[in-house]
């Protein structure tokens, strides 16, 4: 097929012919529901044939019916590239350095219309061509350690991930950033918080919610944070660097074991629970919120513990839930099960003989809560105490996932009990509080009066 139509098959391939239009012309196109003016962009291999795709002025990306376009014109053409220049990213002797490590995800990328395919930009040439600002934070190298999405990330790539970072403090490093897909950032943050205690330097995990060709991504603004904390905070910690309002304000540092994905969309979809972020950060300024952070330290020393048990699930309990879903993580060979139960932390009797054959087989069992905020009560109620009696252990106020992340990591370790035990309830890194701040629990229902008042004097 000829270049000036890439992609487009069927009744698109002939609108276009019809209206004489080519690829990467600016086209006004007129519609039965509107008129649009853009770019005309190739189209993906894959895609259907019933859909012209538009770059907007705003530099969004429209799909424009074929049966509702009333008529096209070319109003110019100029083929469009779309990749990130790569520039020779400038050091200087006074800048931290800062290694940024590589998972996968869209921190910095280009989208590969061809194909449809976000195409990561990675080398310090690419992101500096992409973030320019970063050479004006530190001196940035980067490894590609994999390039995978962050549903594939998981215990062996916890396991190399570790060692590297140990690797870079070893070697001087002044910071670490992390690069990392939105979904399963926080389970990564947890299982890092454990296999890397007491680091001398920030090690900054960081994402984006939108793909950097969308005028609204926030990668490079999370980029900017993620590495001007790397270089210049005093907080020595794993943490995840996101926005904190949906707009461009500010970011924030939250602990890697407090935090959750809380929006599938929103910039702002990470929050700390059951506490309060570490910190505020802008560029030039870091202001911190909680009182209680490890700061850093001019020494290399490290604690690396890099265990994992891949045989743990965590259930969320759900009403007339049957026993033979925990027989058959016992038959299957599961060594450990976390439970998001209901209010206090409860499960219903039915399960009961599944528990007891469960323990009685060894594995050990741990109880959440999947209301996320508060901890786990199991004597205040006949049910929650019927469960601790038969061997379940209340996890406190840990996150449903953190304690599956940490379970792991026990048990990676032991398969004692009682040694799990003893690590799963021995906090090390505020995975267990000793209880929630008057404001750590805060969720605002809008469509009342006073909540509506209130966003009023922020939100005009």
Request: proline share 6%.
């Amino acid at each position: 097929m000829s270049d000036i139509f890439k992609g487009y098959k069927g009744a698109a391939l002939k609108t276009l012919k019809k209206y004489k239009i080519r690829v990467w012309s600016d086209a006004s196109i007129s519609t039965s529901r509107g008129d649009f003016k853009g770019i005309v962009l190739p189209r993906a291999e894959n895609d259907d044939d019933r859909h012209i795709v538009l770059k907007l002025i705003t530099g969004y990306n429209v799909g424009v019916a074929v049966d509702s376009i009333l008529n096209m014109q070319e109003d110019g053409y100029k083929e469009a590239h779309y990749k990130i220049p790569e520039k020779e990213f400038p050091t200087s002797p006074d800048k931290p350095n800062v290694k940024l490590l590589g998972t996968g995800g869209t921190i910095a990328s280009r989208l590969d219309y061809r194909t449809g395919a976000v195409i990561p930009a990675f080398s310090p040439g690419e992101l500096y061509g992409a973030v320019p600002e970063l050479a004006d934070i530190c001196n940035l190298s980067t490894e590609k350690l994999f390039a995978v999405f962050s549903e594939n990330m998981g215990p062996k790539q916890y396991l190399v991930l570790a060692k590297a970072i140990e690797k870079e403090i070893k070697n001087g490093i002044d910071g670490i950033v992390v690069g990392h897909g939105t979904d399963t950032m926080h389970h990564t943050a947890a299982a890092l918080s454990f296999m890397v205690q007491k680091p001398p330097v920030p090690i900054v995990m960081v994402g984006s919610q939108r793909s950097s060709d969308r005028p609204s991504s926030d990668a490079a603004l999370n980029l900017i944070h993620a590495a001007y904390t790397a270089a210049e905070a005093d907080i020595a910690e794993v943490m995840v660097c996101m926005f904190g309002p949906t707009s461009d304000e500010y970011g924030l540092l939250h602990r890697g074991t407090r935090v959750r994905k809380m929006h599938s969309s929103y910039r702002s979809t990470f929050r700390t629970i059951g506490d309060i972020p570490i910190a505020k950060v802008r560029w030039g300024k870091i202001t911190p919120l909680h009182k209680k952070f490890s700061r850093r330290r001019n020494d290399r020393n490290v604690e690396i513990y890099p265990y994992f048990e891949e045989r743990v699930a965590l259930l969320d309990y759900y009403p007339n839930m049957h026993p033979d879903i925990i027989d058959s993580l016992v038959e299957k060979g599961y060594k450990g099960i976390v439970i998001a139960g209901t209010g206090l932390g409860h499960m219903n009797k039915p399960v009961y003989p599944a528990i007891e054959r469960a323990i009685k087989a060894g594995v050990v069992i741990y109880m959440t809560v999947q209301t996320l905020w508060g901890f786990v009560h199991m004597f205040v109620y006949e049910t929650g105490r019927d469960m601790v009696a038969k061997g379940v252990v209340p996890a406190e106020n840990m996150l449903p996932e953190v304690a599956y992340i940490k379970l792991g990591w026990a048990l990676g370790q032991t398969n004692d009990p009682g040694e799990v035990k003893k690590l799963m309830l021995t906090p090390v890194c505020d995975e267990i509080t000793e209880g929630e701040p008057y404001n750590g629990y805060l969720v605002y229902q809008g469509g009342i009066p006073e909540v509506e008042e209130f966003l009023k004097k922020f939100h005009k």
